[in-house]
């Protein structure tokens, strides 16, 4: 059975989908504007080994993870200046090109730390007419007022509003700035649909009601779930900063448009910081998948390195427990590596491993348990299967050419030609491989 925290509740619950077999997710994915850091990274390898779980525990997975790239403001309040007009304006591209190329890097990343490629990935401008539909319907239905900068969804039309996030409404007023945005109603109000005001420069714009504009930052999620996944979904994922505003919003608009739940559990991870820092540009460090790869990790290294600690635990990121991460893989790998060559009995069981992990994904329970005990070949598939850390793959076997020279080392050793043995080491290193010297006789490792 499987547990997961479910922020509807706030408690941990066990999960059943509403089809037994089929389990419908949603992540809310990345503004592609700027490169995604590791931050944003660490968020999807946890929802990662959620489909992975899920999938291993019986069950198929549609998943659907969008991608931002329609404009929308730089902060939550519905002001600031567009991210994707930004980015183009910085770079001397269009927003067309800046999405295209985000989306590319994005994907590159993704795949290079072995993620389950999503059922759907959507592009939120493929949309558009789905956004323009639950706009009109929110005004057909009464949730909406207009006001001189886009239309408005009246917050207080919708009774549930403050319960998913424990928002303290009258201390959120209390708490405003007075000058900000007189026109709206309450001050969690946001807009479903902005208008494009006359001299304003904004690259993307579609027509609604003989006026340009464009969808607010929440509704994508509301129109791509319900174009592709149906009315409720099982699980939705995203980040803990989605709580309050975005997931909060995503609620108010479908719920009210479609009448349904919808979603039955909500999963957010933590943010990890960096040195004990957020991560963030002013203190530079906004480090890339490319960032790791030219101080000498994998990406897989990270991968390792999340999946240590809790997505709802602090995650406190420093090179020097990427350096361990590194390590610990290597370890594996070599442990791999072993199992090829002398067979030792398992002492490992895979309904064990599934459920630590099943345990509202207690990863490093079960790291903790792969490392005290002895894996089978078998059983380290099933760990790639439920952690897609590619372990199998990165331990290619050796090839006849490196054994002959294992073995001739092993014969100069016997006939005590140090000279030889000694030269044979050392074209060993150089391919990465080295001896070790075992109660079942040498066997080879990989350095690194
Ligand atoms: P964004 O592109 O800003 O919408 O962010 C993409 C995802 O990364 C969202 O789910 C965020 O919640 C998540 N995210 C952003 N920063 C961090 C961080 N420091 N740690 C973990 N997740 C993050
Ligand atoms: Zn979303």
Redesign the pocket.
């Known amino acids: 059975m499987l547990k997961l925290y479910n922020q509807l509740t706030k408690s941990v619950e066990d999960f059943t989908p509403l089809d037994p077999k089929n389990v419908k997710i949603y992540t ?1 994915g ?2 592609v504007y700027s490169y ?1 850091h590791i ?2 990274f ?2 999807y390898i946890y929802w990662d080994l959620l489909v992975r779980t899920l999938t291993l525990n019986g069950y198929t997975v549609n998943r659907v993870l969008n991608l ?1 790239d329609v404009g929308h403001l730089s902060s939550d309040a519905d002001d600031g200046e567009d991210k994707l007009e930004k980015g183009a304006k910085k770079e001397g591209k269009t927003v067309w090109q800046i999405a295209d190329k985000y989306i590319d890097a994005f994907l590159k990343d993704f795949h290079a730390l072995n993620m389950v490629e999503p059922t759907k990935i959507a592009r939120a401008t493929d949309y558009i007419d789905e956004d323009l539909e639950l706009v009109q319907t929110l005004i057909d239905k009464g949730y909406t007022y207009t006001t001189g900068d886009g239309i408005y969804f009246d917050t207080s039309k919708f009774k549930d509003y403050a319960n998913f996030a424990r928002l303290d409404l009258e201390k959120l007023k209390a708490g405003a700035r007075v000058e900000f945005n007189k026109e709206k109603k309450n001050i969690s109000d946001f807009a479903i649909w902005k208008f494009v005001r006359p001299g304003e420069n904004h690259a993307m714009q579609w027509d609604f009601e003989g006026r340009p504009g464009y969808p607010g930052w929440h509704l994508e999620c509301s129109t791509i779930i319900h174009a592709e996944l149906g009315e409720t979904i099982d699980i939705h994922t ?2 803990i ?2 709580i309050p505003v975005h997931h909060t919003n995503e609620i108010a608009q479908t719920e009210c448009a479609y009448g349904k739940k919808m979603a039955n559990f909500w999963l957010h ?1 933590n ?2 910081t960096i040195d004990g820092e ?2 963030s540009k002013s203190l530079g460090n906004i480090y890339t998948i490319d960032d790791l790869r030219e101080r000498g990790f994998s990406p897989l290294d990270f991968k390792l390195w999340v999946l240590q600690g809790h997505y709802r635990g602090d995650r406190n990121f420093s090179f020097d427990d990427l350096a361990s991460a590194k390590n610990r893989r290597l370890s594996w790998r070599n442990r791999i590596a072993s199992a090829y060559q002398i067979t030792t009995n398992s002492t490992f069981s895979r309904d064990t491993a599934l459920a630590l992990v099943s345990n509202n994904l207690n990863s490093s329970e079960l790291l903790a348990y792969i490392d005290n005990n002895t894996l089978g070949l078998d059983d380290w598939e099933f760990i790639d299967q439920l952690l897609g850390l590619d372990l199998i793959a990165t331990t290619p076997k050796v090839s006849k050419e490196i054994l002959d020279k294992i073995n001739a080392r092993e014969s100069a050793r016997k006939s005590k030609d140090f000279a030889t043995s000694d030269r044979l080491r050392d074209e060993l290193a150089g391919n990465n491989i080295t001896i070790l010297d075992t109660e079942h006789g040498p066997i080879w490792q990989y350095l690194s």
Do not use: E, R
């Open positions: 809310c990345p503004t995604a931050g944003n660490s968020s931002t995203g980040g900063d989605h991870c943010f990890i957020k991560v």
